[in-house]
C-alpha cells in the first residue's frame, strides 16, 4: 500500500511560471488537503476537499487553487509563482473530516 | 484566536535518556489533540490521539497526558533511541471539522 505519493520531490521555479503540484492516494479517503510548512511556522492549511467534487478555502489560499476531479487525485496549482510560496507542501488525506490525517512525503518547492 | 504553544523549541538528550515535551493549547470548542512525529525531510507520523476525557495514552515508549482544564498536554519518551531524533508537533482539532492547529514542533536530537 502506497499511502499518499506526491510529485515532484523538489523543483526550482522562476518566478512568474505556472506550477502544479500532484498529489494521489490510494486508501480511498474522502477528504484530502494542503499544507504548507516553512521554519518557524507551523503547518497551514491552504485548500481542503471533503469529498470529490467539492474543494473549499484553507488559512493561507490566496496564490493556490484546487481541484477534486475523483476520489484518488488532489493537485494543488499555483497560477504565477512568487518567491513567498517557496516552501515545503504536504498533501495529507482522511478517511472523514473528522479522521486522523495521513500525510505524503512533500514537495520542496523553491521560487525564485 | 486558536493557538498551539509547544516547548521546548529544541532539546539534545543522550540515547537512553528520557525527556517530556510540553503543549499548551487556547484551541475551543476542543475536539482532541494528537501528537505527531515528523523525521527530517517526511511528512508527520500520528503516535497518539487523546480526547477531552483521556488523561494518559501510551504507544509504545511514547506516553501521552492531557489536562483539559489546563488546556496543557506532555509527551514523555522513554529510554530514547538515536531513531526518536525528529520534530514532534502538537496539533488540536477543533469541533468536529476538519480544522486543525499544529504547534511549531519540539525538534529533538538524540546523541549516542
Known amino acids: ?112 | 484566536k486558536n493557538q498551539v504553544e509547544q516547548s521546548p523549541q529544541s532539546l539534545i538528550i543522550l540515547e537512553g535518556k528520557n525527556c517530556t515535551l510540553q503543549c499548551n493549547y487556547t484551541v475551543s470548542p476542543f475536539s482532541n489533540l494528537r501528537w505527531y512525529k515528523q523525521d527530517t525531510g517526511r511528512g508527520p507520523v500520528s503516535l497518539t490521539i487523546m480526547t477531552f476525557s483521556e488523561n494518559t495514552k501510551s504507544n509504545g515508549r511514547y506516553t501521552a497526558t492531557l489536562d483539559a482544564d489546563t488546556k496543557q498536554s506532555s509527551l514523555h519518551i522513554t529510554a530514547s533511541q538515536l531513531s526518536d531524533s525528529a520534530s514532534y508537533i502538537c496539533v488540536v482539532r477543533e469541533g468536529s471539522n476538519y480544522k486543525l492547529t499544529f504547534g511549531k514542533g519540539t525538534l529533538l536530537t538524540v546523541n549516542p
Open chain 1, 1 to 112: 500500500i502506497a499511502g499518499i505519493t506526491q510529485a515532484p520531490t523538489s523543483q526550482i521555479l522562476a518566478a512568474g511560471r505556472r506550477m502544479t503540484l500532484r498529489c494521489t492516494q490510494d486508501m480511498r479517503h474522502n477528504a484530502m488537503y494542503w499544507y504548507r510548512q516553512d521554519l518557524g511556522l507551523g503547518l497551514r492549511l491552504i485548500h481542503y476537499s471533503n469529498t470529490a467534487g467539492t474543494t473549499g478555502k484553507g488559512e493561507v489560499p490566496d496564490g493556490y487553487s484546487v481541484s477534486r476531479a475523483n476520489t484518488d487525485d488532489f493537485p494543488l496549482t499555483l497560477a504565477s509563482a512568487v518567491p513567498s510560496q517557496t516552501s515545503v507542501y504536504f498533501c495529507a488525506s482522511s478517511q472523514g473530516v473528522a479522521d486522523t490525517q495521513y500525510f505524503g512525503p512533500g514537495t520542496r518547492l523553491t521560487v525564485l
